[in-house]
């Protein structure tokens, strides 16, 4: 396995059926990942310390999920200065409300790039992920039109199949 470039952290294992597709998509792209369990609240200093010590062990971009009072993205933006894209878990009496706003509303300067509640959510933290890696990995801009693509014709398709039954 070549050196992880996207750190996937997520508050809980709980969070693990949603987040698995993040991971899922970075396969997809043939992107080296690596996933931890850290919580912001319950393990305040592995938070600290993953950040922390994630550019000098080669990580490029930084994937955080959590629900509730979901403070893991910014906390992990705090301590590094790799671009930290925040996943809110939906749960709890809010649904998911609480971490949408808590990983949304950053002050200026700290930065989460916040992805949509819901399944969309982890691909999209994935795709943007690949994104930001594919700005000095032309190989990874080309896996991306290809993958357009597949979603126009994936499109086109429907809207033959819908006519189909016309
Ligand atoms: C957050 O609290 C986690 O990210 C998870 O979404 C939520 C509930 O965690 P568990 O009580 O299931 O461990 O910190």
Redesign the pocket.
């Known amino acids: 396995m070549s050196t992880p470039l996207v750190g996937i952290v ?3 294992d ?2 693990w059926p949603l987040v698995q597709k993040a991971a899922e998509t970075l396969k997809s792209f043939g992107v080296a990942f690596e996933v931890r369990v850290i ?1 912001a ?1 319950r393990t305040p200093d592995l938070a600290f310390a993953y950040a922390g010590g994630a550019e000098a062990r080669g990580l490029q971009v930084l994937i955080a ?4 009072a ?1 403070h ?1 993205g910014g906390v992990l933006a705090a301590h590094t200065v790799l671009p930290v894209i925040g996943i809110p ?1 939906a ?1 709890g009496a809010l649904n998911g409300l609480d971490a949408l706003y808590a990983t949304l509303q950053m002050p200026a300067g700290i930065p989460v790039a916040t992805v949509t509640l819901g399944s969309a959510g982890p691909v999209n933290a994935a795709l943007l992920a690949v994104q930001i890696l594919g700005a000095a990995d032309p190989d990874l801009r080309r896996k991306f039109h290809a993958y357009k693509e597949e979603l126009k014709q994936k499109v086109i398709e429907g809207n033959a199949k819908v006519n189909a039954t016309l």
């Not at 999920?65 to 509730?68: K, V």
Request: hydrophobic share 40%.
């Open positions: 997520m508050g809980s709980s969070d919580s609240h999920a959590a629900g509730g979901a893991l878990v749960g």
